[in-house]
């Protein structure tokens, strides 16, 4: 397994009115970030949140495309990324311990954060299809490349960890600086955006093996 150490690219924030950082996902132009009662839309090369939409925003964020899906205590929210309207709605598989959320092969993979568990999940009916155990509690989870990976935070440890989508095992980890947790986590292919929980930053960390991005 190969370990390396994170190399934090930028860290950004703190956001007025946004004390937590929950769940993070990418629309292909800017970050969406959870802070609690609402979802903000970061631009990643200003720095600056550009817009904000006032929906319940508890854990984790992805995005398919066209909607944004939001966990929102016991429910996965779809959103209309341009209204802010709330579509429909679908039972959140860990029943209100759910953390991270990412999208990939036409499914959402959303982690339950106690449980050490991610479940992919039907994003039309919430049915879960199958489930990937891990040894540590699961908080963000984004597929990038093919690579499915997850972080990790436990007291004052946290880590980024890729796993075989198959069996789980880890083939991967990238260890984040002592005390500097990761609740959300989302790659656009250079860079890692970590939600940092309640220090209220997300930072970027440089994925493993490729180049700084701008």
């Given at each position: 397994m190969k370990t390396s150490s994170a190399d934090i690219l930028?860290?950004?924030?703190?956001?007025?009115?946004?004390e937590q950082v929950h769940g993070v996902t990418h629309d292909g132009r800017h970050v969406w970030f959870a802070s609690g009662d609402r979802l903000n839309a970061l631009d990643p090369a200003s720095g600056e949140v550009v817009r904000t939409l006032a929906?319940?925003?508890?854990?984790?964020?992805?995005?398919?495309?066209?909607?944004?899906f939001q966990i929102a205590e016991d429910r996965i929210q779809k959103i209309d990324p341009q209204s802010g309207e709330v579509l429909g709605s679908i039972p959140a598989p860990g029943g209100g311990g759910d953390s991270g959320m990412a999208?990939?092969?036409g499914t959402l993979w959303v982690g339950v954060y106690r449980d050490r568990k991610i479940?992919?999940?039907d994003p039309e009916t919430g049915e879960i299809l199958r489930t990937i155990?891990?040894?540590r509690m699961v908080t963000g989870v984004t597929w990038i490349d093919g690579e499915l990976w997850h972080a990790t935070w436990e007291g004052e440890e946290s880590d980024l960890r890729r796993i075989d989508p198959a069996s789980g095992e880890v083939?991967?980890?990238?260890e984040m600086p002592p005390g500097t947790g990761v609740s959300g986590l989302e790659a656009d292919g250079e860079r890692f955006f970590c939600g940092g929980g309640?220090?209220?930053?997300?930072?970027?960390?440089?994925?493993?093996?490729?180049?700084?991005?701008g």
């Open positions: 930028r860290e950004y924030g703190p956001f007025p009115g946004a929906v319940a925003a508890h854990a984790g964020t992805a995005f398919d495309g066209r909607r944004l999208w990939a092969e479940h992919q999940v155990e891990s040894k083939l991967e980890r990238v309640g220090s209220g930053v997300l930072r970027a960390v440089r994925r493993p093996g490729r180049a700084t991005a």
